[in-house]
T-cell receptor, first 114, second 114 residues
């Protein structure tokens, strides 16, 4: 158990819909990362937050947004969903902004768009 | 931008046999290098990392990796594979000083036969 909690574990929805994925980082971790894992794209970095502020953006679509709340949990919002958004979405956390070398990953939220 | 190549998509080894998973990176200098493992239905777990110094790195679960600058490689090895090692293995790189912003390879799926 990494200490990172993601909900829901599985989600099935239709095209055009909007979903929210939630992540609770490890206790004490200030930095949260979101990754997308799909068969065709592999593991792609989406976005990073540190102590409530956006720190880095990767290959995140404009239809996607995220935020980190004062209690340090994070939410990834996916809107106007398309079939290609079906993927496993991972949250990871680490205590600092980036120099510790270890990300702790949650078990992921599997999104299926029909 | 950095990139990672894992040339083997799928490898099958017998239990007790030795294992080597290949990883090549592309980066202007020496990046931070990592190996993660993803067991079925689980998130990613760090096996080992290389920042600098001794080029042979020991990790958890009996794994080791060797950094070879001349070959831009960071291959993962294990002398004797156990059935529980069946999983997907990801090599990752990061720009020095940004250890948590990882670029992942496409992964190698390891199957272990009894």
């Amino acid at each position: 158990d990494s200490g990172v909690t993601q909900t829901p574990k599985h989600l099935i929805t239709a095209t055009g819909q909007r979903v929210t994925l939630r992540c609770s980082p490890r206790s004490g971790d200030l930095s949260v990362y979101w990754y997308q894992q799909s068969l065709d794209q592999g593991l792609q970095f989406l976005i990073q937050y540190y102590n409530g502020e956006e720190r880095a953006k990767g290959n995140i679509l404009e239809r996607f947004s995220a935020q980190q709340f004062p209690d340090l949990h994070s939410e990834l919002n996916l809107s106007s969903l398309e079939l290609g958004d079906s993927a496993l979405y991972f949250c990871a956390s680490t205590v600092s902004e980036g120099n510790t070398g270890e990300l702790f990953f949650g078990e992921g939220s599997r999104l299926t768009v029909l | 931008a950095q990139s990672v190549t894992q040339p083997d998509i799928h490898i099958t080894v017998s239990e007790g046999a030795s294992l080597e998973l290949r990883c090549n990176y592309s980066y202007g200098a020496t990046p931070y290098l990592f190996w993660y493992v993803q067991s079925p239905g689980q998130g990613l777990q760090l096996l080992l990392k290389y920042f600098s110094g001794d080029t042979l790195v020991q990790g958890i679960k009996g794994f080791e990796a060797e950094f070879k600058r001349s070959q831009s490689s960071f291959n993962l090895r294990k002398p004797s594979v156990h059935w529980s090692d069946a999983a997907e293995y990801f090599c990752a790189v990061a720009r020095p000083g940004t250890a948590s912003k990882l670029t992942f390879g496409t992964g190698t799926r390891l199957q272990v036969t009894l």
